[in-house]
């Protein structure tokens, strides 16, 4: 690929005022509070008013979570390269379309055979054109020196969603019934994610003849920033990875591994959250505040996970975070066990903390390690993987429940995998680049 240098990038032109990609950091707050908030904290508001109502059990409501991995897996491989290609504009739109009219369409789903083409398959589809991977391959060719805050702001509206949409959600359930808070939510996306999209969206900075971070040519050469970022993150930028290089380094499958074990725990505990503790004994609106108190402390927490990962190794920063999950999910059994909703809060708040860097060192370890120019296509070696281990833990949650009546059992397994992730971690090292 040959280099081109952006017109604004020359010396002795002006800049502008105010960094294009800020915007795209803008977007980029919306876009995930739509995507992974609506992927991640709601289900669970929805699963006690849908499995008493059509009489299906907390495994089968689950299940969707197979089937979602299933159509990512298939898919995914062909998005990565076409958002390095395309850029990730007319994907947005499009996936905005498909996942808002899917959510309107669970107003009328009845058998759980519709519920998993509807959720587990047409939302599915549409995330894959709105979701994390678009967003932040976007987001990562736009920023290198200060990519962790760059993605860390961004990621701040997964948590303004966990603070929100599941109250907004259970709201609509109480006041209107379940299938129309289905409506209401996928109205909310169109209205929310599609003119941003359409209006703001742009594959790479070089496209507008800019420089990643807002950067002149000299500054980009003299790796202006902490010593530490121009060694990891600089080093790598502009590396062209091909799928089969990048799947003979032992750091891709490193990575897979440790955030694969992470996301286990995550993924249940989000989706099982809510019915854990109502079976605790708590309200629904208690139970709903929990979920509130974990956004909290990732709206908190998230700006300063990017300042730590643009400073500190992204490898220790992860070690650090899947400790504080780990740790956070022996704090919510004790907590939930205890009958205090005081400590229930303080737990949810402590493994938000955790949380709220997983978006932010995800995307960071991922170009800082493999480059901007071909992450679509490399970050889409792993995204099946990924949502495998985000389905499994679910499912695994609800099996448990069904069988024994508690979580207790999987939560236990879930804090042992987020302790593997951090050894996992613990001996990744960056791959060496491949030649030009």
């Known amino acids: 690929m040959a280099s081109v240098k952006p017109a604004a990038a020359v010396a002795g032109v002006a800049r502008p005022r105010i960094f294009y990609g800020w ?17 991640a904290y709601t289900l669970g508001v929805f699963v006690r008013p849908m ?10 409501i689950s299940g969707n979570q197979s089937v979602s991995t299933f159509v990512t897996g298939l898919l995914a491989p062909f998005i990565g390269p076409l958002i390095d290609r395309r850029g990730g504009r007319a994907l947005m739109i499009i996936g905005a379309l498909i996942s808002g009219g899917a959510l309107m369409a669970l107003s009328q789903v009845n058998h759980i055979g519709g519920f998993y083409l509807v959720r587990g398959v047409i ?8 979701g994390s991977l678009v967003i932040h391959v976007t987001l990562s060719n736009w920023f290198v020196r200060k990519r962790g805050r760059a993605i860390a702001i961004g990621a701040v509206g997964v948590s303004i ?20 808070a289905w409506v209401g939510l996928g109205l909310l996306i169109w209205l929310l994610v599609i003119p941003p999209a359409a209006l703001i969206m742009r594959r790479r900075p070089e496209d507008m003849g800019l420089l990643p971070d807002g950067d002149t040519e000299t500054e980009a050469e003299g790796g202006a920033g902490p010593p530490r970022r121009t060694s990891e993150a600089a080093a790598s930028r502009d590396a062209i990875w091909t799928r089969r290089a990048a799947m003979r380094t032992p750091a891709l499958w490193l990575i897979i591994a440790a955030f694969g074990l992470s996301g286990m725990g995550m993924g249940a505990i989000l989706l099982h959250l809510v019915p854990f503790l109502e079976d605790a004994g708590h309200s629904a609106a208690a139970a709903t505040g929990a ?11 998230k700006p300063l996970w990017g300042v730590a990962i643009d400073r500190f190794p992204a490898r220790s920063c992860a070690m650090v975070e899947f400790v504080i999950c780990g740790s956070g999910i022996g704090a919510i059994l004790a907590a939930g066990s205890s009958g205090s909703l005081t400590l229930v809060y303080a737990a949810a708040f402590y493994f938000g903390v955790g949380i709220g860097g997983v978006l932010t060192v995800t995307e960071v370890i991922w170009a800082n390690y493999f480059g901007r120019l071909t992450l679509g296509r490399v970050r889409s070696i792993a995204m099946p993987f990924q949502i495998i281990s985000s389905a499994g833990g679910p499912l695994l949650a609800g099996l448990a429940y069904d069988r024994t ?32």
Request: aromatic content about 10%.
């Open 23 to 39: 915007y795209i950091v803008g977007m980029a707050m919306v876009t995930n509070a739509m995507s992974m908030g609506l992927s």
């Open 51 to 60: 499995t008493e109502d059509l009489g299906w059990s907390r495994t089968m």
């Open 123 to 130: 939302f599915t589809i549409g995330q894959l054109g709105m």
């Open 161 to 180: 969603a966990a603070m929100t949409l599941p109250a907004l959600s259970e709201w609509m359930i109480g006041a209107y019934g379940w299938r129309t």
């Open 291 to 301: 979920v509130a108190a974990l956004g909290l402390a990732g709206l908190i927490c």
């Open 405 to 436: 009546g508690s979580y207790r059992s999987a939560f236990l397994l879930f804090l042992v995998t987020y302790l593997l992730a951090a050894a996992a971690m613990a001996i990744v090292r960056p791959p060496r680049a491949p030649a030009r």
